[in-house]
């Protein structure tokens, strides 16, 4: 079928959301698309909390927050981006609070701040309170308002609709075409549908799956980062991803910050609170890249836990009230999923690959763009994880994904309404979804070849995992390389054993594990080629940061051998580079 | 240990009518049942269909009945279970495809109950006040993931389809009680018709299933309450 709507929005987390919201407000035809349920979106496990510079409880300005956000991300950040993003965080928060946001209170009604890794007051001095939040379920609660403000405004969903291309006008990207729409998949019957529109937000979110330990959910796949990389659009800094410090020990799932903010240490086995060796200053509370090396470091030094790849998080001092209040849902997850009672034991933890800095490059108004110059592509747009604005640069600090999510997810929208508002709609495109029915029928149709999709994901995100990590050298990178090579062409011959089109959801991990092979492939390729350390991406072959060679952002192109590099200037507007010490 | 995971399946494409399917599974005591639902479609059969997502309880995508009580199976470990574990779709919802369950009627009745802040007074500069003891007022019932393990556990349910269900009343007693909120009024008066509240039967199943630890009981008495006071 071929639905003409004027916006298309893929993916209903908080970015997405916030689009649609937006483009409902201004009276846009706009169809939401999301291969799960709304409520079921990557938001929704954000725990910890929002910053924005309310000063609620403390002296706090947004300049500072700009600050820490670039000092944060190394300097790889863009500076008129991270301005935009904390001007903006406060009145996106208030307006969140406007739509029913349940935040925690302060004794006299204001929304509550708590602290957060590597936000600061002037300019690095101390820990500030700036993270809003609900509990430790602030991703949550900002899922479920944006998806009752949509259903207030009568947002229209398909749920459980895979998006699988998208539409040009006029020629590829790359060619000056312009955005047409998508296909999409509805799982439910595994028809092919075409969605066509003026403006088409991209809101797939991260792509952590590729790692063996990570907190990502399953479906995190990077379908929209990889589909613009197979329609010729760059895709920018893919070397840097986060290892965030608390993961539950052999699966990942997250410990928030917030465990930290709140006053939590971390112990090696000799009962230090080795972070003073590391940032005497922040001590636990500084930026993850840094205290997942640490970690790393003690682990090496043979003082993990009984001389194994994990350390301690200790929350036993906080007491039961602090505790059950604040932390409930982190607690329950130490209680549940490693048996380990926080009220009374230190929780094994270890760095679990959590957030992409990287992605589909993006002016600050949301709009893709397809190289050095920035040119933009008319009626593409990209907010959120999947997004590279960049405001994380080099390394994210804590609860910057969700403030980045609602900034850029807000001005998405209402630069699509502006947009859609002043072009026609593109003219239905013959035999749109040919390409895609034609690679899917391929998997299906395949005999029995021995190459399945759940052993090459496996081996993938063991390789990543292992060779691509929180520490990189250019010989492991080297193999990792001709690893992913290898796995891509035995995902060329991959075959499944469903045959029917209802919830075909072997047919679906085949494809979305070709996304996965399409982005790690330039994950390596960019990291191989940066021959510095950086925020998240630390060379151990190149210690140091090398800003005379290296201040800026990777552009990677897919080319007929792998990814083509070219390199974009970081803009740097209040705060020169200096060496980053916490 | 080896445990033996029986699984209820159902392709509508080549089935009449579910059946079972017993696999042998290796694991650790610790491991999930999604863990080991997706170890079935790695090594098992690839064609095996269940909803799964975050992983670890948040998203609400893996509600399943297990050994008889609906769980997350993201959640539910082997060493709470034992050696014999049964997997079935959740009942009451028309099944798709084995442990995947039709979710629209469901998501219909939430939205049927308003779930969203009602409050067309001006809005001020900065952020509305509201007292710590009014936040924890409504504080349990922000807690819902919409997993549906309430509502398709509730023997109400299973006799009227219509009901609106406990799902639908924890989101509206999340409004009702908050504040800020001014449409107690018109949400009342959906749930005090034939299909809200009044079908309850205080059987706490709901609370049983309940994965968020909500009690969900208790919020529906609050809302009945809240219907007999304003007609009283």
């Not at chain 1, 059950?324 to 329950?332: N, R, S, W």
């Not at chain 1, 691509?468 to 796995?487: M, N, P, Q, S, W």
Request: hydrophobic share 40%; aromatic share 8%.
């Amino acid at each position: 079928m071929d639905y003409p709507f004027d916006a298309i929005v893929v993916g209903a987390g908080g970015a997405g959301l916030w689009a649609a919201l937006e483009l409902a407000r201004e009276g846009v035809n706009t169809a939401v698309l999301t291969k799960l349920y709304p409520t079921r979106s990557h938001t929704g496990t954000a725990q910890g909390g929002v910053c924005a510079a309310l000063g609620n409880l403390e002296e706090d300005h947004w300049e500072w927050h700009m600050f820490d956000t670039v000092k944060g991300g190394d300097y790889l950040v863009d500076q008129d981006a991270a301005e935009v993003l904390a001007r903006e965080a406060i009145e996106t928060v208030i307006e969140l609070e406007h739509m029913g946001l349940p935040f925690n209170r302060t004794p006299d009604g204001k929304i509550d701040q708590r602290r957060f890794g590597g936000h600061t007051s002037n300019y690095g001095e101390a820990p500030v309170r700036r993270a809003c939040f609900a509990a430790d379920r602030t991703g949550h609660m900002i899922l479920q308002t944006l998806y009752q403000q949509c259903i207030k405004h009568g947002v229209r969903f398909f749920d459980e609709f895979g998006v699988v291309d998208l539409l040009f006008d006029g020629g590829e990207p790359g060619a000056g075409g312009r955005a047409a729409g998508v296909v999409a998949q509805r799982l439910a019957d595994g028809e092919l549908h075409t969605f066509r529109a003026k403006a088409v937000l991209l809101a797939t979110g991260g792509f952590g799956r590729m790692f063996r330990i990570t907190s990502n959910a399953h479906s995190l796949t990077g379908d929209g980062v990889a589909l613009c990389y197979r329609h010729g659009i760059p895709l920018q800094d893919m070397e840097f991803f986060q290892f965030h410090p608390t993961g539950i020990v052999g699966i990942g799932i997250l410990l928030s910050e917030a465990a930290r903010g709140e006053g939590g240490t971390l112990l090696n086995d000799l009962g230090e609170r080795f972070m003073e060796r590391y940032a005497p200053k922040l001590m636990e509370l500084a930026p993850r890249d840094m205290v997942s090396r640490a970690m790393y470091q003690e682990i090496r030094a043979g003082r993990g836990i009984g001389g194994k790849d994990y350390l301690y998080l200790d929350v036993r001092h906080l007491g039961r009230k602090v505790i059950e209040e604040k932390l409930p849902d982190i607690t329950d997850f130490a209680r549940i999923y490693q048996g380990v009672e926080p009220l009374t034991e230190p929780v094994p933890v270890q760095p679990t690959a959590h957030y992409a800095m990287g992605g589909i490059p993006t002016n600050v108004s949301a709009e893709v763009t397809r190289d050095e110059k920035s040119t933009v592509v008319p009626g593409l747009f990209a907010a959120g994880e999947c997004a590279c604005v960049s405001v994380h640069g080099a390394n994210r600090l804590g609860t910057n994904s969700l403030v980045d999510l609602l900034v850029f997810g807000r001005r998405a929208g209402r630069q699509m309404a502006r947009y859609a508002g002043g072009v026609e709609r593109p003219r239905p495109i013959p035999n749109a979804v040919e390409p895609v029915r034609a690679e899917l029928e391929a998997i299906r149709a395949r005999p029995s070849s021995g190459e399945s999709a759940a052993a090459i994901r496996t081996e993938l995100q063991a390789e990543m995992m292992d060779n691509v990590g929180v520490y990189r050298d250019g010989k492991l990178l080297t193999a990792a390389l001709a690893k992913v090579r290898e796995l891509e062409a035995r995902h060329d011959r991959i075959s499944i054993t469903d045959c029917g089109s209802v919830f075909n959801t072997e047919l679906i991990e085949a494809r979305e594990l070709g996304y996965l092979l399409d982005i790690a492939h330039v994950t390596v390729s960019s990291a191989l080629a940066r021959t510095e350390s950086r925020g998240a991406h630390s060379r151990e072959d190149y210690p140091e940061r090398d800003d005379k060679k290296w201040l800026k952002h990777t552009l990677a192109y897919r080319g007929t051998d792998g990814p083509t590099l070219r390199y974009k200037d970081v803009s740097i507007t209040r705060f020169e580079p200096k060496p980053r010490t916490y | 240990m080896n445990v033996d995971l029986r699984i209820l399946r159902y392709d509508p494409e080549r089935d009449k009518a579910p059946h079972w399917e017993t696999y042998a599974v290796a694991v650790d005591p610790m491991d999930r049942v999604l863990d080991l639902l997706i170890k079935v479609k790695a090594e098992n059969d690839g064609s095996l269909s269940f909803r799964r997502s975050c992983g670890h309880g948040i998203c609400g995508s893996d509600a399943m009945l297990i050994n008889g009580r609906n769980r997350l199976a993201c959640r539910i470990r082997v060493d709470q279970l034992g050696k014999k574990i049964s997997v079935a779709p959740l009942p009451g919802l028309p099944v798709v495809k084995d442990l995947i369950v039709e979710m629209s009627g469901f998501f219909g009745k939430y939205r049927s109950v308003k779930p969203y802040l009602i409050n067309e007074s001006p809005e001020p500069e900065r952020e509305r006040r509201q007292s710590p003891a009014d936040r924890a007022r409504y504080d349990d019932t922000t807690k819902c993931i919409l997993c549906a393990a309430c509502t398709s556990a509730c023997p109400s349910f299973w006799a009227r389809p219509e009901y609106v269900g406990p799902a639908a009343i924890v989101q509206a007693h999340r409004f009702i009680f908050d504040s800020r909120d001014e449409g107690a009024a018109e949400r009342l008066e959906i749930l005090s018709d034939e299909n809200g509240v009044w079908r309850c039967r205080t059987i706490f199943n709901c609370v049983d299933a309940c994965p968020r630890g909500i009690n969900i009981t208790r919020a529906i008495l609050e809302v009945s309450s809240a219907i007999v006071g304003r007609r009283g």
